[in-house]
């Protein structure tokens, strides 16, 4: 299983929530948050960008399952 995962900077306000949930995924650049690598298989960072997405205030964390074409 694999998501990709993306955030909407028109509505972060860099509260840093997603950052301290999973520091493999979200990384601090240039007094912002971004994303280390927006596809993700580990399952623990699959459950951490989850619940970084519900701990977000502003709703800018989206994510979705890509599905194989097999």
Same mark, same amino acid.
């Given at each position: 299983? +694999?998501?990709i995962v993306d =955030?909407?900077?028109? +509505? &972060?306000i860099n509260c840093l929530a997603c950052y301290l =949930? *999973? +520091? *493999?995924?979200f990384s601090i650049e240039n007094n912002r948050i971004i994303i280390k690598n927006n596809? =993700?298989?580990s !399952? !623990?960072?699959i459950e951490d960008i989850k619940t970084a997405a519900k701990a &977000?205030?502003?709703n800018?964390?989206?994510y979705q399952e890509?599905?194989? +074409?097999d």
């Open positions: 299983m +694999k998501y =955030i909407d900077y028109s +509505k &972060c =949930i *999973n +520091k *493999n995924v596809i =993700i298989s !399952e !623990e960072d &977000c205030p502003t800018a964390i989206y890509i599905l194989d +074409k």
